[in-house]
């Protein structure tokens, strides 16, 4: 990879890892309802997904998707249905300091998965994969490296800024109003990849 084309991808993972999109959505509200320790799992999920998702794209999932693009549909639609269910989830959310048990923070493998029915990381890998892997299929290898390196702390900007919010949400109220919030705009989220398709 040549050093032009490493700054390029390194920016291009920087914007589409630092922007708001389910994922940071999701881990800003773990931060502000259980805090940074109880979130990493989720936060390493995100990161070390993603980068495995990418290889597996890079290999040939890709193709899989243009050969049948009905599979493709059937994603989008399990997709949509799978982050409404988030929403609702976030929106329900315990206060921190937590009366219902059932109230939990993603853990790394159900993080590591949610990249599956992510509409932005499928965009994202999708856009790597085609723009960043010249050379072979082993190529996909060092995007991926570079885009856990550069997730990583993108994705911790939205933790810390969730803990800081949990400053101000100290009262039931003003912690539902913000998962409430947040739930609305993890909804709408899913406006640019579903769009398309109507």
Do not use: C
């Not at 920087?14 to 389910?22: A, H, L, Q």
């Not at 320790?37 to 899989?64: K, N």
Request: aromatic share 10%; hydrophobic share 60%.
């Amino acid at each position: 990879m040549t050093y032009d084309l490493l700054l390029g991808l390194m920016a291009f993972a920087f914007v589409s890892s630092i922007t708001p999109g389910p994922n940071n959505l999701m881990i800003m509200t773990s931060g502000a309802n259980f805090g940074v320790a109880r979130s990493l799992p989720h936060l390493l999920g995100i990161a070390l997904g993603f980068g495995v998702m990418i290889v597996l794209v890079g290999l040939g999932l890709a193709q899989v998707f243009e050969a049948a693009p009905a599979l493709k549909l059937v994603l989008a639609g399990l997709s949509v249905v799978y982050l409404l269910w988030l929403a609702w989830k976030i929106a329900h959310a315990a206060a921190p300091e937590g009366v219902d048990a059932a109230g939990r923070p993603m853990t790394f493998l159900q993080a590591a998965a949610f990249q599956w029915v992510n509409p932005k990381a499928w965009t994202m890998a999708l856009t790597a994969v085609t723009l960043y892997t010249a050379g072979g299929p082993f190529a996909v290898v060092p995007v991926a490296a570079v885009f856990t390196l550069v997730n990583l702390p993108s994705v911790s900007i939205w933790l810390v800024m969730g803990v800081q919010l949990r400053r101000l949400l100290t009262s039931p109220a003003r912690l539902r109003v913000f998962n409430w919030t947040m739930a609305g705009l993890l909804v709408a989220s899913l406006w640019p990849s579903v769009a398309p398709l109507l």
